[in-house]
């Protein structure tokens, strides 16, 4: 199979040697750009995340590890002492990584979306570079599907994986659905901004902002379209919200006090407060009657570690389809082999049909000539299509491409045929894969 990839990932490298690694798109499209022209390459396709860079290839032979670890250092810029943590895969174990990296498998964070999303990028990029070829459109394409086809048929990407996902996940429990809903955000900095994400995905609009930082707090309102307020948070931000959410990183309590408590009593609304800091940020008795929910990080870490566990779960599952797709391409592949022998088969019993009928066709009446086309149409199509059944089949199930050989052999007028040497020489090329 002509189908290899070099590339680091968070298993393999570290973050330090993963940033030396990583491609911006502009970088990557030079290198696109390189690799359509480069010898023994027919196909190219490069995907860069936070997490890995990998480069897909199509070789007419394959590179030794040396040369492609040079490549990858050329492409990338990372220094070749580094290139020794680069990981090399060929055929069949290049196509498995390519689906479990769409599948989730591969991922940091197990069965993330993200990554699908990405690859699509990936290959969209290299198609407008004209740097594919067939067999790389084939398997990314595949993967893509079997991507998709792992997400419908397990809960792989399902639940809550972190605590700022969890947090939102039980938002959307305790309203439904979040559009139109009020947050007061306390906090801007990793875990309120990416819980702010989730909640912005999920359809929250109407934000209110306090940090220590008004600088910070300014940034994220400025993100999500809300408004900077006081630090620390008044009674009345409490009593306009739906949701307060907070995570800073203070050593007491900063949603708390007198005021706040009577704010919280007077309400007429439910009211649910999520606490992702340690120490907790929220005063425990501001959760003074049935409607205010209070949920802290201890809360959220059962939840996520449950579904961490399903998730492991529904990854076996996974696996076997991602085997189902690895071997349907790897078909797919063994029967692409002799296409240009079958095409070079049907290209000759054309030219002999068609001369034949243009011969012999003043035999028939000028009514009768259409039938005539139409019946040495069929019986050529039938002669051509048994032997490319029994070529596929040779080459599918016995790994043999010598019959492929033998029929290019014998459809050439002269043992000089171009056209029968280029297909023999293919056919030689991939019985050394």
Known sequence: MRLELIGLNHRTASLEIREQAAMAPPQIDRALRELSGADNLEGAAILSTCNRTEVYLSPVEHHDEDA?????????????????AAYV???DDAMRHLVRVAAGLDSQLLGEVQILGQLKEAYTRALAATATNNILNKALLRAIEAGKDVRNRTGI???AVSVASAAVQMAQRIFGSLAGRRVLLVGAGETARLAANHLHGAGVADWRIANRTVANARVVADLLGGRVTGFPPGAADVDWADLVISATGAPAPVVVGA????????????????DLAVPRDIDPALAVHADVYLYTVDDFEDLVAANLEARRKEALRAEQIVEKHVA?????YREHRVAPTIERLHAVLEDLRRHEVERNQRRFSPQDHAQLERFSQALIRKVEGLIAANLRQASVQDDDLSLASAIARATARDMQDAGVQQVLERLRQEGRH
């Open 68 to 84: 492609l670890r040079r490549l990858y250092c050329r492409l990338t810029g990372l220094p070749p002492a580094a290139a020794g």
């Open 89 to 91: 895969l060929r055929d």
């Open 157 to 159: 990407s399902q639940g």
């Open 259 to 274: 005021a706040m408590l009577d704010a919280v009593r007077r309400r007429k609304r439910p009211l649910l407060l999520l």
């Open 328 to 332: 349907e391409f790897s078909a797919w």
